[in-house]
């Protein structure tokens, strides 16, 4: 009888048996410290930013491992960094990951009193200081602007956590860097730099060897019939809404050139998946840089569905036809508020005539579009907000999703806000929680968004 030949493995199936399980020294370990609770609303992504930093600190020929926990269980991630022993953990942290962050970060200091710990993301670039009693360093803004570089220097100087004032004398040489001097508790700092388009278009392919794709893909594939990763072509967004925090890329918008976005593209669908995220604050920002993109999906046959953001004052009808061609699916917009007067003291620099023209003209479209708002907002009355749930259910949208104000450090609504109850809800998802002192009542608000999320869906049930 014939022998039959094994099928080779895909490379994301050869990334679910991977193991961190390894024999040679690891220099350093970057870990994401989201851990899945099947909360009905949650986005499932492998970490970019990780990615980024991850290809970066190979090509400087770094030992780098990654640790994703969006699968996993604390004791599982805590077992392989111990038997890792790195001499560097980076942690990510934003708000809703902080308390992983810090505990990871306790649990290994424990175990590896040695290892250097260091912090970075949202969360740590607008309270840096809110991290330093769990980790050595934190890394300000864009982390590789410095970090891949601060990392190769400390693991050439073969220094312990102790010797850390020696290799950042002069501090600027990492932009970013923050710590506190041992002897005297003063702080050593140096201003983060935003990457110039060059330096943007110069970094490589975000490496995601080390994710188990299939558990994602599956995902998706569950909820949409394709599955999603994201990726960016572009950093920052010009406009200044009140509630909006942009710690890490800010104000200072910049695109990717397209061909290595679509190099990008097409390592993502090597990896098997079938449609993209555009994580960008906005893909409709520039029209003739999104018709491009659009242009190319299409003359490049890529067969990729995918999802973005977008304002509601950027579409015509041709784009809108175009995105259709090149692959959209599904478009989110942030509509906020049905009240004119709301959006104006947001600064969101929209209204209620241009989202409903928009939305309008993409319910003639095979594009799906959802909806994001905002009820309780601080200069609101119970009139606004009853607008606001009666606009959502008038427009054609196919999803609605309702917050109440979360002031994230950094804003001018946390500032108008303060003080803020910073410690108390950001460990639950998709939870409805006031953080501050609201005239508002949050059972009220809690009962109303439940009620107008099942009148909606029972109008789409019957429609």
């Not at 111990?82 to 990951?97: E, K, T």
């Not at 175990?111 to 009693?133: A, V």
């Not at 906005?282 to 999802?307: G, Q, T, V």
Request: proline share 6%; charged share 25%.
């Amino acid at each position: 009888m014939p022998t039959q030949s094994k099928r080779p493995e895909t490379k994301a199936e050869k990334s679910h048996s991977k193991s961190i399980v390894t024999d040679e020294s690891v220099d350093v370990i970057l870990v994401y410290p989201y851990f899945y609770t099947h909360a009905t609303q949650a986005m499932l992504f492998n970490p970019l930013g990780i990615s980024q930093l991850t290809a970066v600190l190979r090509s400087l020929g770094l030992n780098t491992q990654v640790i994703d926990c969006t699968f996993d269980k604390t004791e599982d991630v805590i077992s392989k960094i111990v038997h890792a022993r790195p001499r560097i953990v980076g942690i990510y942290a934003m708000l809703s990951m902080s308390e992983n962050a810090m505990n990871l970060a306790r649990e290994i200091r424990q175990s590896l009193p040695k290892t250097l710990l260091i912090s970075g993301g949202p969360l740590p670039t607008l309270k840096p200081d809110q991290f330093l009693p769990d980790f050595d360093v934190v890394f300000c803004g864009e982390a590789h602007v410095a970090f891949p570089d601060f990392c190769r220097d400390y693991l050439e100087s073969d220094g312990l956590p102790k010797d850390l004032l020696g290799l950042v004398k002069y501090p600027e040489k990492y932009p970013g860097i923050y710590l506190k001097n041992p002897h005297n508790e003063s702080v050593i700092r140096s201003k983060p730099l935003s990457s110039d388009k060059k330096t943007i278009n110069e970094l490589p392919t975000p490496d995601r060897s080390d994710y188990d794709h299939l558990q994602y893909q599956e995902f998706w594939l569950d909820r949409e019939g394709f599955s999603l990763a994201s990726i960016m072509t572009s950093y920052g967004c010009p406009f200044d809404c009140e509630f909006c925090s942009k710690p890490v890329f800010g104000n200072h918008f910049r695109q990717r050139s397209l061909d290595k976005v679509f190099e990008e593209i097409k390592d993502i669908k090597s990896w098997g998946y079938t449609g993209l995220w555009i994580a960008d604050d906005c893909f409709s920002l520039n029209p003739e840089y999104s018709r491009e993109f659009c242009h190319r999906m299409i003359s490049e046959k890529l067969d990729m569905k995918w999802f973005c953001l977008s304002r509601v004052d950027r579409m015509t009808s041709y784009d809108i036809s175009l995105w259709q061609e090149a692959g959209c699916r599904k478009v989110f917009f942030g509509l906020e508020s049905g009240s004119n007067d709301i959006l104006r003291l947001m600064n969101k620099k929209t209204t209620t005539e241009q989202a409903e023209k928009t939305i309008d003209r993409f319910a003639q479209s095979d594009i799906r579009t959802a909806g994001f708002f905002m009820v309780g907002y601080p200069g609101e009355t119970y009139d606004t907000i009853e607008t606001t749930f009666k606009w959502a259910l008038s427009l054609p949208l196919d999803e609605i999703s309702f917050t109440v104000p979360y002031p994230l450090p950094g804003t001018r609504l946390y500032d108008r806000v303060t003080p803020v109850k910073e410690n108390t809800d950001w460990r639950y998802e998709n939870e409805n929680r006031m953080v501050f002192q609201s005239e508002f009542d949050e059972e009220y608000l809690k009962k109303r968004i439940d009620s107008i999320y099942k009148q909606f869906n029972a109008a789409r049930s019957s429609g």
